[in-house]
T-cell receptor, first 113, second 109 residues
Framework: DADVTQTPRNRITKTGKRIMLECSQT?????MYWYRQDPGLGLRLIYY???????NKGEISDGYSVSRQAQAKFSLSLESAIPNQTALYFC????????????FGQGTRLTVV | RKEVEQDPGPFNVPEGATVAFNCTYS??????FFWYRQDCRKEPKLLMS???SGNEDGRFTAQLNRASQYISLLIRDSKLSDSATYLC??????????FGTGTQLKVEL
């Protein structure tokens, strides 16, 4: 089983629909992140959380919200999906410390039509 | 200016060649540096951390120049299996990881 699990892996949704992407991890890490990846733009940080009570906006948080339900769970919501939110979404986790590695989930490919 | 900049490539090299990638970062207070590898449509995975004194892992050598704010990755004796996108990653303020857009490498027979 993967250490970082994302569900769903693929999703097609209609403009205006609410959708939630879920992430769970078995690494025991406090820190969790949501990124989106677009061709030519690399990975961009949407939201991050350093513990259950700590939520922070990343560089592209508009149109997204998150919930840290437990240390192991961090979900990303699109309240009203729009086509330019079509992208590959990654959840990641890391331990504390500056030299620690980030571990990624397998990604969720989201298409908004 | 982007926080982390990389040449997107693609770099097309023959098997056995030596290839080098560079990356520049804008935040002089950045704390740690990494190279990640990403295969097509897969998640990024850590290739190696980059230390101030430079470090080597088999065919891969990473260098950091803090004064010039650039990071390099050298791959010797390229293999077909090295074909991937290489992401330069910088950890800065707030412990956030910032990714470059990646450099695509294609190793050919």
């Amino acid at each position: 089983d993967a250490d970082v699990t994302q569900t769903p892996r693929n999703r097609i949704t209609k403009t205006g629909k609410r959708i939630m992407l879920e992430c769970s991890q078995t690494k025991g890490h406090d820190r969790m992140y949501w990124y989106r990846q677009d061709p030519g733009l690399g990975l961009r940080l949407i939201y991050y959380s350093f513990d259950v009570k700590d939520i922070n906006k990343g560089e592209i948080s508009d149109g997204y919200s998150v919930s840290r339900q437990a240390q192991a769970k961090f979900s990303l919501s699109l309240e009203s999906a729009i086509p330019n939110q079509t992208a590959l979404y990654f959840c990641a986790t890391s331990a504390g410390g500056v030299n620690t590695e980030a571990f990624f989930g397998q990604g969720t490919r989201l298409t908004v039509v | 200016r982007k926080e982390v900049e990389q040449d997107p490539g693609p770099f097309n090299v023959p098997e056995g060649a030596t290839v080098a990638f560079n990356c520049t970062y804008s935040n002089s207070a950045s704390q740690s540096f990494f190279w990640y590898r990403q295969d097509c449509r897969k998640e990024p995975k850590l290739l190696m951390s980059v230390y101030s004194s430079g470090n080597e892992d088999g065919r891969f050598t990473a260098q950091l120049n803090r004064a010039s704010q650039y990071i390099s990755l050298l791959i010797r004796d390229s293999k077909l299996s090295d074909s991937a996108t290489y992401l330069c990653v910088v950890r800065g303020g707030g412990n956030k990881l910032t990714f470059g857009t990646g450099t695509q490498l294609k190793v050919e027979l």
